[in-house]
């Protein structure tokens, strides 16, 4: 069964420095792995997504993820972030059912950034 | 294009009572998705339409909880009757087609407060 572990459930930094939020997943099948993030009272918004190809994958509010298959990680990194990137951060992996074709996202319990000014 | 449209956004109700919410997902999609996100967990898929049909309610409590997307495109999830553990945020999402590459739409969800 597919399951997804964030290790960090929050993470304090200050504004303009480096963050690294941590996922790992497992799962018996090729994957595909998602990053959606939560501002406070809206709902979730996707910031980047691997498929196959490039282990880098680039998305938006300049995040980016790689992906390590030998390790079954997908740690989102955002090289200096802004006090606007304060949100709850959520990995989230899919694959095939192979029952019916259908898709199904697992979610890890998500990690809280918290930017200090 | 609108995105995913959800209500009420907050709703507080006794043990026990009924509860509905409603969603109405992005125009021309055909798959429409309700999660349940108890506070300080992740989203946990409760049921996924494809147009009109159930595709996977394996995690839908079914003796208290039912949905229905009866024309394809709004749908309704129901509580009856609540316990106190349902207190959640409801997240509906919607997308395109099935597909397990694709991006899913949020709404900006339903807080239940079960007292």
């Known amino acids: 069964a597919q399951s997804v572990t964030q290790l960090d459930s929050q993470v304090p930094v200050f504004e303009e420095a480096p963050v690294e939020l941590r996922c790992n997943y497992s799962s018996s099948v090729s994957v595909y ?17 691997y498929l196959s190809g490039s282990t880098l994958v680039k998305g938006i509010n300049g995040f980016e993820a790689e992906f390590n298959k030998s390790q079954t990680s ?42 200090h000014p | 294009e609108a995105g995913v ?17 409603w969603c109405n997902p992005i125009s021309g999609h055909a798959t429409l998705y309700w999660y349940q996100q108890i506070l300080g ?32 495109v709004d749908s309704t999830l129901k509580i009856q009757p609540a316990k106190l553990e349902d207190s959640a945020v409801y997240l509906c999402a919607s997308s395109p087609r099935q597909g397990a590459y694709l991006e899913q739409f949020f709404g900006p969800g339903t807080r239940l407060t079960v007292l």
Do not use: M
């Open chain 2, 5 to 21: 449209a959800q209500s009420p956004r907050y709703k507080i109700i006794e043990k026990r009572q009924s509860v509905a919410f």
């Open chain 2, 41 to 72: 967990q992740g989203p946990k898929l409760l049921i996924q339409f494809q147009n009109n049909g159930v595709v996977d309610d394996s995690q839908l409590p079914k003796d208290r909880f039912s949905a229905e997307r009866l024309k394809g």
């Open chain 1, 33 to 49: 792995l998602f990053w959606y993030v939560q501002y406070p009272n809206q709902g979730l918004q996707l910031l980047l997504k």
């Open chain 1, 74 to 115: 997908f740690h989102l990194r955002k090289p200096s972030v802004h006090i606007s990137d304060t949100a709850e951060y959520f990995c989230a992996v899919s694959d095939l059912q192979f029952s019916g074709g259908y898709n199904k996202l697992i979610f890890g319990a998500g990690t809280r950034l918290a930017v």
